[in-house]
């Protein structure tokens, strides 16, 4: 069975950083896509950040590229994500998603991220 864990969210104030976590399990991480999402609300799923697996290449959405980070633990299959310098915007919940960078199949269950101005 496919689980992915998400842990890390919470308050931030704008200009803050946080760190989300993904623990991963049922599926060989080391060669498969894995990324982060979010969803504000009323708003589009939004693509975040994703690392396509074994190649070690890594993607980031126009509105967090440099201010993201994303990395993975392949000996503790988990993915992290750091981000510096949070708007208010950056509110939503964020997923961990897997398989696939553009239409993952397996997702957690989220976590909520607020950033207060």
């Known amino acids: 069975e496919v689980q992915l864990v998400e842990s890390g969210g919470g308050l931030v104030q704008a200009g803050g950083s946080l760190r989300l976590s993904c623990a991963a399990s049922?599926?060989?991480?080391?060669?498969?896509?894995i990324g982060w999402f979010r969803q504000a609300p009323g708003k589009e799923r939004e693509g975040v950040s994703c690392?396509?697996?074994?190649?070690?290449?890594?993607v980031y959405g126009d509105s967090v590229k440099g201010r993201a980070t994303m990395s993975r633990d392949n000996a503790k299959s988990t993915v992290y994500l750091e981000m510096n310098s949070l708007r208010p915007e950056d509110t939503a919940i964020y997923y961990c998603?897997?398989?696939?960078?553009?239409?993952?199949?397996?997702w957690g269950q989220g976590t909520q991220v607020t950033v207060s101005s």
């Open positions: 049922g599926f060989p991480f080391d060669d498969t896509a």
């Open positions: 690392s396509t697996g074994r190649d070690g290449s890594t």
């Open positions: 998603a897997a398989d696939s960078c553009e239409a993952p199949e397996y």
